[in-house]
């Protein structure tokens, strides 16, 4: 059964710092792997679609990585904004067929102090 | 790209009434339909999907249930709503099969009381 963390659960930081948001899942067997952001109360809203051939992804001041291999992904923002902060969740769906499910994470919680 | 419409943005029912959620998807025909339920501190759970008209696949055994009566639309519904049905209640679609990339609704969040 797939599983995935996302590390840390909480992250605060100052307005214009860089950081990254960790993502690891247990099979590898993976199709491809999204990043979502969630505002309070709102729907999901996806960042970065990573195909399972690719190794990374970017938009703008995002960028996505994947390392199948090692059940990996990490999402990096540069130049953080107030306006980033929400939780972002990462999902994979598995390579099996009829496979329909995403398997989230919990999210980490990201505050950007102006 | 696909948009999907989600109603009501939130409902407050008490134990043992009814339910129904509405869905529907724009921009696209014949997608795959999904219907997420998050609760506080559990994650995203896959509650049913649909790969069709008339064709609903359950996950999770509980005391909802999911139609799809039309290519584009897909409800959740309820006879007798429990205080643990209590959540947030997402749409989804993956219209691209190819990419499998997945679009979610703005949500239900329903309180049982």
């Known amino acids: 059964k797939q599983e995935v963390t996302q590390i840390p659960a909480a992250l605060s930081v100052p307005e214009g710092e860089n950081l990254v948001l960790n993502c690891s899942f247990t099979d590898s067997a993976i199709y491809n792997l999204q990043w979502f952001r969630q505002d309070p109360g709102k729907g999901l809203t996806s960042l970065l679609l990573i195909q399972s051939s690719q190794r990374e992804q970017t938009s703008g001041r995002l960028n996505a990585s994947l390392d199948k291999s090692s059940g990996r992904s990490t999402l990096y923002i540069a130049a953080s904004q107030p306006g980033d902060s929400a939780t972002y969740l990462c999902?994979?769906?598995?390579?099996?067929?009829?496979?329909?499910?995403?398997?989230f994470g919990k999210g980490t919680k990201l505050s950007v102090i102006p | 790209s696909q948009t999907i419409h989600q109603w009501p943005a939130t409902l407050v029912q008490p134990v043992g009434s009814p339910l129904s959620l509405e869905c529907t998807v724009e921009g696209t025909s014949n997608p795959n339909l999904y219907w997420y339920r998050q609760a506080a501190g559990r994650g995203l759970q896959l509650l049913f999907y649909?790969?069709?008209?008339?064709?609903i696949s359950s996950e999770v055994p509980q005391n909802l249930s999911a139609s799809r009566p039309q290519d584009r639309q897909f409800i959740l519904s309820s006879k007798k709503l429990l205080l643990s049905d209590s959540g947030f209640y997402l749409c989804?679609?993956?219209?691209?099969?190819?990419?499998?990339?997945?679009?979610f609704g703005s949500g239900t969040r329903l309180t049982v009381v």
């Open positions: 649909s790969v069709g008209i008339g064709q």
């Open positions: 999902a994979v769906k598995g390579s099996g067929a009829g496979s329909y499910q995403l398997t």
């Open positions: 989804a679609t993956n219209a691209d099969r190819k990419i499998y990339g997945y679009t």
